[in-house]
């Protein structure tokens, strides 16, 4: 049974809470210790609404800022096609292409000799000490053409080089190194087109150089990277070195004892020795580089020799046997799983060599070719190159897998004699578009005998291997063409020189850009639209996935 206390607290529960209140009255202490070292609920909740509403008003604030009070950066407009031309002049098989003005869009650089002054008048051949005429450089804008600088740089040019790569980090500002008839020796600044150094040449008037120029390692010990010439006179292989920042020669003239031809490569074996190598008739030769910087300055360089490559090559002739039949027209580099590979081109067959041992990766590959194949992507990410079999009405276009040798495809594209060299673009789906001249009218062969074939500029991608689109086609002389990639990822075009055929003769120079769209491929890929055609001559429509240049 409840005593009387708990039966009170269960009838009257008001009249008990307010009992113990009246008990606590007497001894606060405790509760007000627990009050004090505990905060109220209601202030750590007013602290969480004020830093959630301090954190989202910095938040738009900062959002504001950059989308209203800071202005985006002002992207160049870049026009479709445009054209600038020059009268009375002749022009060199020569473009070079960078980012002269710093906008992000390519720009164009090339030479042209006038007979009277400059396009714009500005500057004339004596304000430079040359006579009239003579040789200008001129660097056009990407975007729209207009002239970013123009100045004579030679009284002629034989000779011209923008590729020198510059060492990391290096604040040698970028240069085109031109030797000149009379002998002269210049490099020109790529951004202003200032002299940089010009020096007389130590080349003999009946001297025949041989490209490209080669960038060796630094041996004057400047913090510049030097330069390598190679010439020929009759049946003799020379080399000169010279200073990468002033142009002074290292040494004097070193002569190789062999006779060579143009296609130079400077090749690093796997056990890090310099070697040139260079098409030697039927025969590849080779110079180790520490032994021509031994020859032309008297002294030990820098440099090392690979006992591999000692014993590979005649130790008098320095050639080596072929490695295809027929004489050896090109070599070029080819990047390889422990190195670089060589890929050499002969008139009879090509082959890719390992870079070390100099062995076949696989069997020769037939084929008649008389021009510098290029490289590309037929498959996703896989390197192949692009070989012209044959010229004339016979040309057939191969693509090699490089890692086999095998056949990828063959295009038949009759072509006029001297056309322009093709080229290819990588595309956004890890592929390449590659660009190749032909007949306008690939089946008419009466043209060809007559003259009057124009050239026409086709468009090739592996999605759709059947369908070539026609771009463009031109009637006069084109001097030099290339296609370029002025914006990464946005903007694609190709550049034609054209001029004069003969140097003697002056007459229109023009510089031509046509932008490649991204609707272009397309129309390739669907096969539709006039100007796409099939090798059957044939109109060819799929459905195919669509793949676009980087745009």
């Known amino acids: 049974m409840l005593d009387n206390r708990d039966l ?10 307010e009992r113990k209140s009246q008990e606590n009255l007497g001894n606060p202490s405790k509760d007000e210790d627990n009050l004090k070292s505990t905060p109220p609920q209601s202030q750590l909740s007013r602290c969480r609404t004020v830093a959630f509403f301090l954190s989202l008003f910095l938040c738009l604030f900062v959002v504001f800022v950059v989308s209203f009070v800071i202005p985006c950066p002002d992207r160049p407009a870049s026009q479709r096609t445009w054209r600038i031309d020059y009268n009375a002049a002749v022009t060199y098989d020569f473009l070079a292409v960078d980012d002269i003005n710093e906008d992000r869009i390519r720009d164009i650089l090339f030479l042209y000799k006038n007979t009277n002054s400059s396009n714009n008048f500005s500057q004339s051949c004596v304000d430079e000490g040359f006579s009239s005429p003579c040789t200008f450089a001129a660097a056009l804008s990407g975007a729209n ?50 002299t940089q150094w010009h020096h007389a040449s130590s080349f003999s008037r009946n001297a ?101 490559w000692e ?42 060599l390992d870079g070390q041992k100099l062995t076949h990766r696989w069997p020769p590959r037939a084929a008649h070719v008389l021009r510098k194949p290029i490289f590309g992507h037929y498959k996703p990410d896989t390197l192949a190159v692009v070989i012209e079999n044959g010229t004339g009405a016979d040309r057939q276009i191969l693509f090699l897998d490089l890692s086999t040798g095998d056949i990828l495809r063959s295009l038949a594209l009759p072509s006029l004699p001297g056309g322009p060299l093709s080229t290819s673009l990588p595309t956004a789906d890890h592929r390449s578009a590659f660009f190749f001249w032909g007949l306008h009218e690939p089946g008419s062969t009466s043209e060809m005998e007559t003259g009057e074939a124009r050239h026409s500029l086709y468009m090739f991608h592996p999605t759709l291997p059947h369908v070539l689109l026609e771009l463009a086609n031109i009637s006069t002389h084109i001097v030099a063409f290339d296609a370029v990639l002025f914006e990464p990822s946005r903007h694609a075009a190709y550049v034609l020189l054209t001029g004069p055929a003969n140097s003697e003769a002056p007459g229109l120079v023009s510089v031509i850009k046509h932008k490649v769209f991204a609707v272009d491929l397309l129309v390739l890929e669907m096969g539709m639209g006039t100007q796409c055609r099939t090798e059957d001559q044939r109109r060819w429509s799929s459905a195919q996935p669509q793949s676009y240049l980087s745009r």
Not at 8 to 17: F, T
Not at 230 to 253: A, K, P
Not at 323 to 341: C, E, F, I, K, Q
């Open 311 to 352: 014993s590979m090559f005649n130790t008098t002739t320095h050639r080596t046997l072929s490695h295809s039949s027929g004489a050896v027209r090109y070599l070029m580099h080819v990047p390889g799983n422990a190195g670089t590979d060589v890929f050499l081109v002969g008139s009879e067959a090509c082959v890719l």
């Open 145 to 194: 053409g207009s002239t970013l600088w123009e100045r004579p740089v030679a009284q002629d040019v034989a000779f011209v080089e923008c590729a020198v790569p510059r060492p990391r980090g290096s604040e040698a500002p970028p240069s085109c190194i031109l030797v000149g008839r009379p002998g002269s020796f210049t490099a020109v600044n790529f951004v202003t087109g200032e």
């Open 208 to 308: 025949s150089i041989l490209s490209p120029l080669l960038q060796v390692p630094d041996v004057d010990s400047d913090g510049v990277p030097d330069l390598l010439i190679l010439t020929q006179e009759q049946e003799e292989v020379s080399g000169h070195l010279y200073s990468g920042r002033n142009g002074d020669q290292i040494g004097l003239r070193g002569s190789l004892g062999v006779d060579g031809e143009s296609g130079l490569l400077l090749h690093v074996t796997r056990t890090g020795a310099h070697y040139i190598l260079f098409p030697c008739a039927s025969s590849l030769c080779s110079w180790s580089l520490k032994g021509l910087y031994e020859k032309v300055t008297g002294r030990d360089g820098p440099f090392k020799k690979d006992p591999l």
């Open 8 to 17: 009170e607290a269960e009838i009257y529960p008001l009249k008990n809470e």
